[in-house]
């Protein structure tokens, strides 16, 4: 059962462009979103978060989107740049839970 | 200096053998966990560790063990490596849990097992 999917494996984007990278959840009790971004060889590295109680969550080029009716969770990168190009991974979790469920991941490719 | 260590980065080994995997902190936070990596399922929980005398099983602990020797170093073995615990393996550490309190991960031990 898997209860956070990120249906799309790869995208590729223009440098300069906008990318949308994807998130679907089924839990309606998660509090908490965060994307992460993995390079080669790398573990993941935090990226961006929101809490279930707000919409949006702004850091320089990069906006999460929440959308809890729909249960989907976007992350928006503006200007894409070739430095981008890594697997991102969302997560969430249900406070007192203690533990992160992972989506599969998607993997970016910002195109020179 | 990274702030989470894991040793080794690779290691190929064979069916039965027992394997243990190392994990060393110098961010000072109580929690930490260890994940396995497979292509199509993103990064699954094995164990989870509060302090030195809290484990707990993660969603896929069967055929694993941890150890918590210290704050800063948690340890995670096979006792008798099968060809499917073959994965990408991670450790992550976080002060507490939260939007602002996210884990750190160390870089991974590839694990394959013959």
């Known amino acids: 059962d898997q209860q956070v999917k990120q249906n799309s494996p790869s995208l590729s984007v223009q440098e300069g462009r906008i990318s949308i990278l994807n998130c679907d959840y089924t839990?309606?009790?998660?509090?908490?979103f965060l994307w992460y971004k993995k390079y080669p060889a790398e573990g993941p590295t935090f990226l961006i978060s929101?809490?279930?109680?707000?919409d949006k969550n702004e850091d320089g080029r990069f906006t999460v989107f929440l959308n809890k009716s729909a249960k989907h969770l976007s992350l928006h990168i503006v200007p894409s740049q070739p430095g981008d190009s890594a697997v991102y991974f969302c997560?969430?979790?249900?406070?007192?839970?203690?533990?992160?469920?992972f989506g599969t991941g998607t993997r970016l490719k910002v195109l020179a | 200096d990274a702030d989470v260590t894991q040793t080794p980065r690779n290691r190929i080994t064979k069916t039965g053998k027992r394997i243990m995997l190392e994990c060393s902190q110098t961010?000072?936070?109580?929690?930490m966990y260890w994940y396995r990596q497979d292509p199509g399922l993103g990064l699954r929980l094995i164990y989870y560790?509060?302090?030195?005398?809290?484990?707990n099983k993660g969603e896929i602990s069967d055929g694993y063990s941890v150890s918590r020797q210290a704050q800063a170093k948690f340890s995670l073995s096979l006792e008798s490596a099968i060809p499917n615990q073959t994965a990408l393996y991670f450790c992550?550490?976080?002060?507490?849990?939260?939007?602002?309190?996210?884990?750190?991960f160390g870089d991974g031990t590839r694990l394959s097992i013959l």
């Open positions: 992550a550490t976080s002060e507490g849990q939260g939007a602002n309190q996210p884990q750190h």
């Open positions: 839990n309606s009790m998660f509090d908490y």
């Open positions: 929101i809490s279930s109680i707000k």
């Open positions: 997560a969430a979790y249900v406070s007192g839970t203690y533990k992160y469920i």
């Open positions: 961010k000072g936070h109580d929690r």
């Open positions: 560790s509060f302090d030195v005398k809290d484990i």
